[in-house]
Nanobody
């Protein structure tokens, strides 16, 4: 099992920045990729960004390209999502996820086995 603890959400004005953190624990050696998804009220959960744990290769959804940066710090086993130039439409619950599967698409929620509890990000206009 892998446990994920997220932090860093909050309220920010449009144009501001936030950094989300996700610290996995447990059987972390089994992790192939880690990602962030988000879900706004009345909408489906959507892919934001992901990083492959060993290679550091990063992947971004269309909503994140150019504004968000995902990174991982192996020293403290933490994944970060730096979000800049935030917009009201970025308001959502953000979920950290960890996946073991190496064949599924990185942007597919089914590629992830473990999920955090979610952290609320609210961007005011």
């Amino acid at each position: 099992q892998v446990q994920l603890v997220e932090s860093g959400g909050g309220l920010v004005q449009a144009g501001g920045s936030l950094r989300l953190s996700c610290a996995p624990s447990g059987r972390t050696f089994s992790i192939y990729r880690m990602g962030w998804f988000r879900q706004a009220p009345g909408k489906e959960r959507g892919f934001v960004a992901a990083v492959k744990w060993s290679s550091g290769n990063t992947y971004y959804g269309d909503s994140a390209k150019g504004r968000f940066t995902i990174s991982r710090e192996n020293a403290n086993n933490t994944v970060y999502l730096q979000m800049n130039t935030l917009k009201p439409e970025d308001t959502a619950v953000y979920y950290c996820a960890a996946g073991r599967d190496i064949f599924m698409s990185t942007s597919a929620s089914g590629a992830y086995d473990y999920w955090g509890q979610g952290t609320q990000v609210t961007v005011s206009s």
